[in-house]
C-alpha cells in the first residue's frame, strides 16, 4: 500500500478559498495519475478531478473553473486549489491514485480530509 496523506481542510465560508495537499510516499510520484474524490453526507463518492503522469487534467463539471489540481513531483505531492467555495462543495476529499504506472486508475485512497463550506 502507498500512504496517502491529505490535509488541509476546514470550516470556510461560501466564496472562500482552500488548497488541500496530498503527500504520497512511493517513489516515481511522476509516473502515476493522481485524483481528488469527494463524498457527501449520504452521497456516493463522486469523482472531481485528476491530473496524470502527462500532466493531463479533468475535471468535473460542477467544479470547471473553480478547482485547480496540480502536483509537484519533486515533493511528491499533490494540489487541489478550491476557489469560490459553495455549500454543496462540503463533503469529506480524498485523494487516491493507482498501483500501475502510465494507467489512470484509482485504487489507492487516502484517510480524507473534511470540507466544509458554510452559507
Known amino acids: 500500500q502507498v500512504p496517502l496523506v491529505e490535509s488541509g481542510g476546514g470550516l470556510v465560508q461560501a466564496g472562500d478559498s482552500l488548497r488541500l495537499s496530498c503527500t504520497a510516499s512511493?517513489?516515481?510520484?511522476?509516473?502515476?495519475?493522481m485524483g481528488w474524490f469527494r463524498q457527501a453526507p449520504g452521497k456516493e463518492r463522486e469523482f472531481v478531478c485528476g491530473?496524470?503522469?502527462?500532466?493531463?487534467?479533468t475535471y468535473t463539471d460542477a467544479v470547471k473553473g473553480r478547482f485547480t489540481i496540480s502536483r509537484d513531483n519533486a515533493k511528491n505531492t499533490l494540489y487541489l486549489q478550491m476557489n469560490n467555495l459553495k455549500p454543496e462543495d462540503t463533503a469529506v476529499y480524498y485523494c487516491?491514485?493507482?498501483?500501475?504506472?502510465?494507467?489512470?486508475?484509482?485504487?489507492?485512497w487516502g484517510q480524507g480530509t473534511q470540507v466544509t463550506v458554510s452559507s
Open positions: 512511493r517513489p516515481s510520484f511522476n509516473a502515476y495519475s
Open positions: 491530473i496524470s503522469w502527462s500532466l493531463l487534467r
Open positions: 487516491a491514485t493507482g498501483s500501475r504506472t502510465y494507467v489512470t486508475q484509482y485504487d489507492i
